[in-house]
Nanobody
Framework: QVRLVESGGGLVQAGGSLRLSCAPSVNMVNIGTMGWYRQTPGKQRELVATISSGDRSYYGDSVKGRFTISRDNAKSAVYLQMNNLKPEDTAVYYC??????????????WGQGTQVTVSL
């Protein structure tokens, strides 16, 4: 049973920074797009950032210029550097890894979520 282990969440003041990490419990192959999503009570899960297997990055409008997504293929890991945090960034952050061989199979894996709280 594959699980994604997240770390790096916590409490930070507005304007501060956090770095989230996510890596699988076992080695993975055929990793495609990786991403980060966040969710607050009563809201749908929101796209924060994604990074493709070709290292193309996409960001939600609310985090552009402040967050940076990156990946380490050797570790099958994905990271989210969050700078200039704002109270509205407060949420549970979930990582996502897509396994895709390009033609035959596709599978999605999700992290357990890590709490990010930004105080004023």
């Amino acid at each position: 049973q594959v699980r994604l282990v997240e770390s790096g969440g916590g409490l930070v003041q507005a304007g501060g920074s956090l770095r989230l990490s996510c890596a699988p419990s076992v080695n993975m192959v055929n990793i495609g797009t990786m991403g980060w999503y966040r969710q607050t009570p009563g809201k749908q899960r929101e796209l924060v950032a994604t990074i493709s297997s070709g290292d193309r990055s996409y960001y939600g409008d609310s985090v552009k210029g402040r967050f940076t997504i990156s990946r380490d293929n050797a570790k099958s890991a994905v990271y989210l550097q969050m700078n200039n945090l704002k109270p509205e960034d407060t949420a549970v952050y979930y990582c996502n890894i897509v396994l895709n061989d390009g033609t035959y199979y596709r599978a999605d894996y999700w992290g357990q979520g890590t709490q990010v709280t930004v105080s004023l």
